[in-house]
């Protein structure tokens, strides 16, 4: 089955008004996504946070989605993205306008591939 034929993952925009909490929330799948990387060091959630917060003006809710599994009575982040307008893009090209993906990873069971392809 696809992933997104069960009625329990939701693919749902990123709240900007609980900004911090999502911080908090996304913080452990995120570190999951990259400690396999090469030259990975780990950093703290306050360390993300810092990272972040300041960002949050020019972030734009329809680029940042968030893919969630409901089960046994627990909501599980198992996919992400983080996309970001090109402010650049219009040095280059008066008439196309870019999206810079800056994050984007899943959960690596193999009960979630497919999950990015809609």
């Known amino acids: 089955m696809h992933p ?3 009625e329990s993952i939701i693919i749902r925009k990123i709240d900007l008004d609980n900004f911090e909490k999502e911080l908090e929330n996304l913080f ?3 570190s999951s996504l990259f400690e396999q990387n090469f030259l990975y060091t780990p950093i703290s959630l306050e360390s ?3 990272k972040y917060l300041p960002i ?3 972030i734009n809710a329809d680029y940042v989605l968030i893919a969630e ?3 046994n ?3 599980e982040i198992v996919g992400f993205i983080f996309c970001y307008p090109n402010l650049y893009s219009s ?3 008066q008439d196309e306008k870019q999206l810079i993906c800056k994050t984007i990873g899943r959960n690596q069971d193999d009960f979630y591939k497919g999950l990015g392809d809609t």
Request: no cysteine.
């Open 4 to 6: 997104l034929e069960d």
């Open 28 to 30: 452990p799948f995120v």
């Open 48 to 50: 993300f946070k810092e």
């Open 56 to 58: 949050k003006p020019l």
């Open 69 to 71: 599994h409901e089960k």
């Open 73 to 75: 009575n627990k909501t």
């Open 91 to 93: 040095i280059y090209s």
